[in-house]
């Protein structure tokens, strides 16, 4: 009787075991979309602008015609949607992508700047802009600075080619281009699909700078490191996701979007939505 007792009792908690391992691997494997708040101070904001950040989504669909992202922006109500680069892929089919740029680009104001994987897609970075961006009343900025008006304030958004398409010297050239357009009086976005550039940026004095490309640094062991590799910045870096200081700028990595068969733990698709105030 007394064996028999003791079974069970190992085998209850066997099972507890079990479902606790189950939680935990649900846990730090979840894919689903996460939305990270942030929230931006500026002297040259009278009025909240909400700005929805996208980027390294490489054509990953997030339920049903891309219904979850859709619904979430939605939701948001953004005055601004800004996308950083690796919006579509150079190996996956773009559909998910065109989905995406059609639901957004023809009901709010978004800009985008490309990405190292739009650079390699084989219908080559243009066909990529003018069909899937332009095509959908996303404004391309290659590199370039747009001025738009929310709720009685002027906002700019500058953008920059991805480097690796440009090399050092031009991108150099066309981040002081997109410094000098700017307004002292005019609160300041500047797209980069990678953030690593902080002294070239701390240098411009943009108030926002939004870049992704690192995919959060894949592996995020809460509390100890905030990624663990991440591509142009090696092992540990340094701007894996999230908000940093750099100089007088704010700049917001978003961990991006795919799901990749590479692991995600602790670092699910990451949706950003910025309030400046």
């Known amino acids: 009787m007394k064996n028999n007792r003791l079974g069970r009792i190992y085998i ?8 606790l391992l ?10 689903g979309l996460k939305i990270s708040y942030y929230t931006v101070e500026s002297d040259r904001i009278e009025e909240p602008v909400r700005i929805v950040h996208i980027s390294d989504l490489h054509s990953t669909f997030f339920g049903d015609g891309q219904e979850d992202i859709i619904n979430a922006v939605k939701e948001a109500e953004p005055d601004i949607i800004c996308f950083t680069g690796d919006i579509a892929d150079d190996d996956i089919p773009h559909e998910a992508t065109v989905i995406l740029a059609e639901a957004l680009g023809k009901s709010y104001d978004c800009y ?9 897609a084989p219908e080559g970075l243009e066909w990529v802009k003018s069909e899937i961006f332009e095509a ?10 747009e001025t738009l008006v929310v709720k009685g304030q002027r906002i700019s958004v500058s953008g920059l080619d991805d480097i690796e398409k440009t090399g050092y010297d031009k991108w150099l050239n066309q ?21 690593e550039r902080v002294k070239e940026f701390s240098e411009c004095d943009f108030d926002l700078i939004l870049a992704g490309h690192t995919h959060g640094g894949q592996i995020i062991i809460p509390g100890v490191f905030n990624g663990i590799f991440a591509s142009s910045q090696g092992f ?14 704010k700049m917001i990595v978003s961990r991006g ?5 590479l692991p995600r733990t602790f670092n699910p698709p990451e949706l950003v939505i910025i309030d400046a105030v």
């Open 12 to 19: 209850c908690l066997l099972f507890f075991v079990l479902i």
């Open 22 to 31: 189950t939680i935990l691997f649900v846990s730090v494997s979840w894919q």
């Open 112 to 120: 985008y700047v490309s990405g190292n994987h739009e650079y390699h």
């Open 136 to 145: 959908n009343g996303i404004k391309v900025l290659d590199p370039g600075t």
């Open 175 to 195: 981040l002081k281009e997109c410094s000098e357009s700017k307004d002292d009086d005019t609160f300041s976005i500047l797209l980069s699909h990678r953030p």
């Open 236 to 249: 540990f870096p340094q701007y894996a996701g999230g908000e940093y200081d750099i100089g007088d700028s």
């Open 257 to 261: 979007m795919v799901k990749n068969i």
